[in-house]
C-alpha cells in the first residue's frame, strides 16, 4: 500500500490529551483523509470545499493551509474537485476510497488476534545508491508499515511471510539491487544477535504504557459524560492518530518472542472502546460544521465503529 503507507509515515510523539490535543502536529492532508474516513466513509456525494475548511478549523488549521491541503490532495489524485454553480465541491476519489479501506482495516485489525509463528523469518537485503536516496527513503517508510525493522545496515527483518509484499513494493519503485527471502536462525546464535534485537521493545512498552494511560482517562471522562462534541472531534481525531502509529511501530512479533505482560492487547481494547464511545457525539459536531453550508448533505455524515460498522445518519 504505497499511497497508505506514505500518509501514515513520520507519525508524533504522543502527549497528553484530551485537555490540550496537540493537533498542530498532525498535517492538514492526512487529518483531512483522516477526518473523511472516519465521517464520510464510502460516502460518493461532493461536499463544498468551504465546509472541509470549517472542519479543519477545528483542529487550529489556517484556512490558508486548509486549502493548499485540498489542492495537495487534488494533485495527488486523492480528492476530486469540481463547481457547483458559483461554489467549489469536493468528494474522495476511487483511489482515495481504497487507500481509506486498507488503511482502516490494517488500523482496525492490529492487536485482535496473537497470530501463530513458523518460525521463519522474512528478510529483504537493498543497496540503493544516494543518489536515489528518494526511493530508499520511501522502501524504508513501506517496509516499517510491513512490520520490518533494520536489523544491519540494509538487512531488514520481519516475522511474517510477507515476502511477495516487498517484492511489489520493489517493482513499484523499480528497484532492482535488492531481493526478499525467507530463513530460520541457527541454534547457538548469542541473544545479541537474534532478529528481535531489530526492534527497541522497552522504548515501544514505554509508550503503550504511556497510551493506555491516557486513553485509559479519556475513556473514563467520555463515559461520564465530560466532553462537548467539539472536544470529542478532536480528541477522537488524535486518539486515532496515536493508536496508528502502533502497526508501524510494533513488529507484531509473535507471543514466542515477546517479553512478559506484553501491554498490546490492553492498549487495543482501549482504543477501540474509546473510539467508539466518542463516536456519536464527534459525529454530531461533524454534522453541525457542514450544515452550516449544506443542510442537505449534513444529516449523511456519521461515524463508523472500531470494528467498521457504520452507524446509521440520524433523521
Same mark, same amino acid.
Given at each position: 500500500?504505497?499511497?497508505?503507507? #506514505?500518509?501514515?509515515?513520520?507519525?508524533?510523539?504522543?502527549?497528553?490529551?484530551?485537555?490540550?490535543?496537540?493537533?498542530?502536529?498532525?498535517?492538514? +492532508?492526512?487529518?483531512?483523509? %483522516?477526518?473523511?474516513?472516519?465521517?464520510?466513509?464510502?460516502?460518493?456525494?461532493?461536499?463544498?470545499? !468551504?465546509?472541509?475548511?470549517?472542519?479543519? #478549523?477545528?483542529?487550529?488549521?489556517?484556512?490558508?493551509?486548509? /486549502?493548499?491541503?485540498?489542492?495537495?490532495?487534488?494533485?495527488?489524485?486523492?480528492?476530486?474537485?469540481?463547481?457547483?454553480?458559483?461554489? %467549489?465541491?469536493?468528494?474522495?476519489?476511487?483511489?482515495?476510497?481504497?487507500?481509506?479501506?486498507?488503511?482502516? !482495516?490494517?488500523?482496525?485489525?492490529?492487536? /485482535?488476534?496473537?497470530? +501463530?509463528?513458523?518460525?521463519?523469518?522474512?528478510?529483504?537485503?537493498?543497496?540503493?545508491?544516494?543518489?536515489?536516496? #528518494?526511493?530508499?527513503?520511501?522502501?524504508?517508510?513501506?517496509? /516499517?508499515?510491513?512490520?520490518?525493522? +533494520?536489523? @544491519?545496515?540494509?538487512?531488514?527483518?520481519?516475522?511474517? =511471510?510477507?515476502?511477495?509484499?516487498?517484492?511489489?513494493?520493489?517493482?513499484?519503485?523499480?528497484?532492482?539491487?535488492?531481493?526478499?527471502?525467507?530463513?530460520?536462525?541457527?541454534?547457538?546464535?548469542?541473544?545479541?544477535?537474534?532478529?528481535?534485537? #531489530?526492534? =527497541?521493545?522497552?522504548?515501544?512498552?514505554?509508550? @503503550?504504557?504511556?497510551?493506555?494511560?491516557?486513553?485509559?482517562?479519556? /475513556?473514563?471522562?467520555?463515559? !461520564?459524560?465530560?466532553?462537548?462534541?467539539?472536544?470529542?472531534?478532536?480528541?477522537?481525531?488524535?486518539?486515532?492518530?496515536?493508536?496508528?502509529?502502533?502497526?508501524?511501530?510494533?513488529?507484531?512479533?509473535? =507471543?514466542?518472542?515477546?517479553?512478559?505482560?506484553?501491554?498490546? !492487547?490492553?492498549?487495543?481494547?482501549?482504543?477501540?472502546? %474509546? @473510539?467508539?464511545?466518542?463516536?456519536?457525539?464527534?459525529?454530531?459536531?461533524?454534522?453541525?460544521?457542514?450544515?452550516? @453550508?449544506? +443542510?442537505?448533505?449534513?444529516?449523511?455524515?456519521?461515524?463508523?465503529?472500531?470494528?467498521?460498522? %457504520?452507524?446509521?445518519?440520524?433523521?
Amino acid at each position: 500500500m504505497p499511497v497508505t503507507a #506514505a500518509l501514515l509515515a513520520d507519525l508524533p510523539e504522543p502527549t497528553g490529551w484530551p485537555d490540550n490535543p496537540p493537533t498542530a502536529a498532525l498535517r492538514p +492532508p492526512r487529518l483531512l483523509l %483522516t477526518l473523511l474516513g472516519d465521517y464520510w466513509w464510502r460516502r460518493s456525494e461532493s461536499l463544498p470545499s !468551504a465546509a472541509l475548511v470549517a472542519l479543519l #478549523a477545528e483542529f487550529g488549521v489556517s484556512d490558508s493551509a486548509a /486549502r493548499a491541503a485540498l489542492s495537495r490532495l487534488t494533485r495527488r489524485k486523492l480528492l476530486v474537485t469540481a463547481k457547483s454553480g458559483r461554489r %467549489t465541491v469536493v468528494r474522495l476519489s476511487g483511489r482515495a476510497a481504497k487507500v481509506l479501506d486498507d488503511g482502516g !482495516a490494517q488500523i482496525f485489525s492490529f492487536g /485482535r488476534v496473537s497470530r +501463530p509463528w513458523d518460525g521463519m523469518w522474512s528478510l529483504v537485503a537493498f543497496s540503493i545508491p544516494e543518489e536515489h536516496r #528518494a526511493a530508499r527513503d520511501s522502501l524504508r517508510k513501506q517496509l /516499517r508499515w510491513l512490520g520490518f525493522a +533494520p536489523l @544491519y545496515d540494509g538487512l531488514w527483518v520481519s516475522p511474517r =511471510d510477507h515476502a511477495s509484499e516487498v517484492l511489489g513494493q520493489l517493482a513499484e519503485l523499480g528497484i532492482s539491487t535488492a531481493t526478499a527471502f525467507r530463513a530460520r536462525t541457527v541454534p547457538g546464535v548469542s541473544p545479541a544477535g537474534l532478529p528481535q534485537q #531489530a526492534w =527497541d521493545l522497552d522504548n515501544l512498552r514505554a509508550r @503503550y504504557d504511556h497510551f493506555i494511560g491516557q486513553a485509559g482517562a479519556l /475513556r473514563e471522562r467520555t463515559a !461520564a459524560g465530560q466532553l462537548s462534541p467539539d472536544v470529542a472531534l478532536v480528541t477522537r481525531t488524535r486518539l486515532m492518530d496515536e493508536w496508528r502509529a502502533f502497526p508501524e511501530l510494533d513488529p507484531d512479533l509473535p =507471543d514466542e518472542l515477546l517479553p512478559d505482560g506484553w501491554p498490546r !492487547a490492553a492498549a487495543r481494547e482501549l482504543f477501540t472502546t %474509546t @473510539y467508539d464511545l466518542l463516536g456519536p457525539l464527534a459525529a454530531h459536531r461533524v454534522r453541525q460544521i457542514i450544515g452550516r @453550508y449544506s +443542510p442537505e448533505l449534513a444529516r449523511f455524515a456519521t461515524h463508523h465503529s472500531s470494528e467498521l460498522q %457504520t452507524a446509521a445518519p440520524p433523521r
